[in-house]
Every structure is written in C-alpha cells, then in structure tokens.
C-alpha cells in the first residue's frame, strides 16, 4: 500500500509543477485535464499522509512497549496501537477504491433527457415527477440547473424534458440514474382504484467540451422558428427558438428556452456535442464490456433499474437489489443513499476487476 501511495505522489509532485509551466497554461485542454488530474491525486496523497502517520504510530508504539523500561509509557503506547490498529483496514479500504482509476467523464457536467414511455398520460406525470426529484436533488448539492427544451404533457408533466445540470463531479454521480424507471400507482385517471404500471426514461450525457468532439459546422442545418407555449411577449414574434439538423447522423436537436437566439444556439450545440460523444463512448463502453461486465452503469437505456411502489412506499433499484420503504423522500429528491449504494457497488466491481487482472 505504502509503494502504491508513493508512486502516486511522484506523480502528483510532477503535475504540481508542470501546471505553473507557460506552455501548459497555453495549451487550455492540457491545463484544464492537468487540473482535474491534480485535485484527484491530492485527495489520496493527504489519504496516504493519514496512513502513513498511522504506520509511524504503529511502529513507535511497539518499539515502547518492546523496550518495557516506563510502564506509564507502555500503557500509553498499548491505547494507541489498539486506536491505531483500529483505524487501518477502515482507510485501507479508502485507499484501495481511491486508487481505481476513475472515469475520465466523472467530473463532467451534464445533458439529462428524461422521456415518457409506456403508460400514457401518467407515464408523461411521472417524467414531471422524476424531473422534479432530479431538481430537489441538484438543489441540495448546490449544482445549477438550466432546461434546453421541454414538451409538455396532456394532463401534466412532459412527454420529454432536456435540462444540463452543472456543478463538481456531476456525472459521476448521475451516470447511474441511466436507465427506465417505472412506477406503480393509482393515476389520478382511475375511477376503479386499479394499479398502473407506467415507465420514463433517463439518458444521462456527459457534457462534450467543445475540444472533445470536432464538430463541423458545415454538417450542421439550422433552422429559426419562433418559440411555442406559455411565455411572455415575445413567444410567437421573435424568431429565437433554435433546430440543429446533424446531417451525417441526423440527430436533431431543439432549444427554445431563452428569449436569445444566441443563447438557444450555444444550448443546443452543448446538447449535439453531447449526443454525438455520447455516440463515440457507447462504441468505447462496448469495447471495455468484452474486458469489464459493469452491472451499475451499463449505459442500457432499455434496462429496467428502477421501481417507485406508491401502494408499498417502495423504490427497489433493481440492479444492486436495494429496496427503501422511503418512497415520499426519495421522490422529493432524496436519493443519495441510493446513489452511495451504487458507486460503491461499481468500485467493489472495479476493484475485484483489477485484482484479477493482476
């Protein structure tokens, strides 16, 4: 352990002083990928001071009791190696999942997609509903979130809502999220107070840099029409709503959230830069998947994760077989405990993984 911490803080020494370099600060992917490398290897080298420290008070304290001239000092040092002692295979661990390289995205910001599926109207209801569980959620992290577009449901929610979410360590957190969700519940609808199934569905974009995907404008057809629905004067006389036609895909892509043209512009190309990565990392993903089965971020928009039982008071997430009688909580944008349980699911995985690879 003590050799692994050792060599990640030869190379934390080295971006330490390659980010003060000229030509670094020049190169702005270079720098910005240098930075975030820095603030993940100081995390495990002040990790890796605690452990240290923790040996040395180890050792000290064995080395006082071997030599047994001061018994005030022997019972001392035995209090301290019991704490000591107790301390180690806790941080151990710590170390162990620091040191599972992470997902170069993880620190990305975000495009969420969230799309009614089966169920009709209620379905178009629970896509409002796990919006605004999303929106409690990034409230409570101090993360910004902006809507790109939204359709509107028939009796309420959205048939589909776009939003980016912008903040520290955003997809690292939300990737999990991936996925179908169903709910269970009496819809409003129902005079026979039956039970409907009804699903949505979450896609989770890591948020492209402009330096991530080569875009060429020239592929890119822009349409101009003016805004639909609720607003203010200048719906449907200002020709501000944007649709981005990617023609070697055909991704099409709509912002017509702000007032600006310029502003729904540079929202929708965030949005087309992200699907078109999001297009190069599934064919990475499915590479790495011949290497590395990962059942928590498969990234399988058609997998079925989650449940939410109104009936019970349940959400059974399917993958880490975790069931919360905490349904009101949850649905009101507590779902870290959720979260927590599938990071640490995954780094289990990841870790399991590289032991055997060595």
């Not at 001061?70 to 040092?77: L, R, T």
């Not at 101090?142 to 939003?163: A, C, R």
């Not at 939300?174 to 949505?200: C, M, Y």
Request: with cysteine; glycine share 6%.
């Amino acid at each position: 352990m003590l050799e692994k911490i050792q060599i990640v803080k030869q190379r934390f020494d080295e971006v330490n002083d390659l980010i003060i370099q000229p030509d670094i600060i020049a190169d702005q992917k270079r720098y910005i990928q240098l930075n975030k490398e820095y603030k993940d290897l100081k995390q495990i080298v002040e990790k890796g001071e605690i452990y240290q420290s923790l040996i040395d008070n180890i050792n000290e304290a064995e080395e006082i009791i071997a030599d047994g001239s001061d018994e005030e000092m022997i019972e001392m040092a035995k209090m301290e190696l019991e704490e000591a002692r107790a301390k180690l295979p806790g941080l151990e661990e710590e170390i162990k999942y620091m040191l599972v390289p992470k997902d170069p995205d993880d620190s990305k910001d975000v495009v969420v997609e969230v799309r009614a599926g089966t169920g009709g109207d209620e379905a178009s209801i629970f896509a409002g509903d796990l919006y605004r569980m999303y929106t409690k959620y990034c409230e409570s992290k101090g993360w910004k979130v902006s809507v790109v577009d939204f359709n509107e449901g028939t009796s309420g929610g959205f048939k589909e809502i776009i939003f980016e979410v912008s903040g520290e360590e955003v997809y690292g957190t939300l990737k999990f999220e991936a996925g179908v969700h169903r709910v269970q519940r009496v819809p409003q609808t129902e005079t026979q107070g039956r039970v409907h199934t009804s699903a949505a569905t979450v896609i989770v974009l890591p948020e492209a840099e402009e330096f991530d995907v080569e875009l060429n404008m020239q592929d890119v057809r822009i349409e101009r029409t003016t805004s639909t629905g609720p607003g203010g004067q200048s719906v449907n006389t200002t020709y501000s709503a944007i649709k981005l036609h990617h023609e070697p895909t055909g991704i099409i892509v709509s912002c017509q959230d702000q007032k600006s043209q310029h502003k729904n512009l540079e929202k929708a190309l965030k949005v087309l830069r992200s699907r078109l990565y999001e297009a190069e990392l599934a064919k990475k993903m499915a590479a790495d998947s011949v290497k590395r089965k990962s059942m928590v971020s498969s990234g399988d928009r058609s997998a079925k994760i989650r449940t939410y039982n109104y009936p019970q008071g349940r959400v059974t997430d399917h993958r880490i077989g975790l069931t919360l009688y905490d349904l009101s909580n949850i649905i009101n944008g507590d779902i870290q405990r959720i979260i927590d349980e599938l990071m640490l699911a995954e780094n289990t995985e990841k870790l399991k993984a590289d032991n055997e690879v060595l």
